[in-house]
């Protein structure tokens, strides 16, 4: 008879906690929502770029624009020079950049100089071709190392790949006068 008296306490003891949980519960959830505030969602920008739906004829057009601009830009270049493209690996952003012959240009903390530009042909296609250093400006360790010192191409850049944690860098042309 002891070990009924004692089933029956453990249950009761075991339904008065199960209870408990569950007002204690209701009671915190129904106080978080009724004490949330309402956002106004038309006040609410996108986390993201919206991009213009343009039909086929006006985004031709301004492609067709942005050429005639950069011939323009590169027929008032007098000197030899290579154009290439510089990609932060982070924000995914590409930049076109233009670097004169023995100058140096940079591009985040990277700088470049081409020493040698031009067009090569071979299997009956020219392809550019350019002797590119590189240093990381951001490492002070030693200014004079290059991060990349040697031969790039536009048709196959892995040839001699450029090889940095943040930053790509590929030749696109080469224009000599």
Known sequence: MC???????????????K??????????????????????????KP?????????E?????????DIKQKKKTIKKLKSSH??????????AKSSEILVNLNETKTFGPLEIKILKCKKVKANN???DVAYMQV??????ENEKVF??????????????????????IQLLNCYNT
């Open 57 to 65: 004829s006006s985004f031709q057009n301004q492609k067709d624009k």
């Open 19 to 44: 209870f408990f949980f569950f007002i204690t519960y209701n009671s915190y959830g129904n106080e978080e929502i009724s004490t949330s505030q309402l956002i106004n969602i038309e006040k609410i």
């Open 82 to 91: 290579a154009i290439l493209i510089g990609l932060d690996k982070i924000t």
């Open 3 to 17: 070990k009924k008296n004692m089933k029956l306490g453990n249950k009761t003891l075991i339904l008065l906690i």
């Open 147 to 168: 991060i990349f010192n040697g031969w790039t191409f536009s048709e196959d850049p892995n040839l001699t790949p450029f090889d940095h944690a943040i930053y790509d």
């Open 47 to 55: 986390s993201f770029e919206e991009v213009e739906e343009k039909n």
């Open 125 to 127: 296609r020219i392809n």
């Open 135 to 140: 240093k990381d400006l951001s490492k002070t």
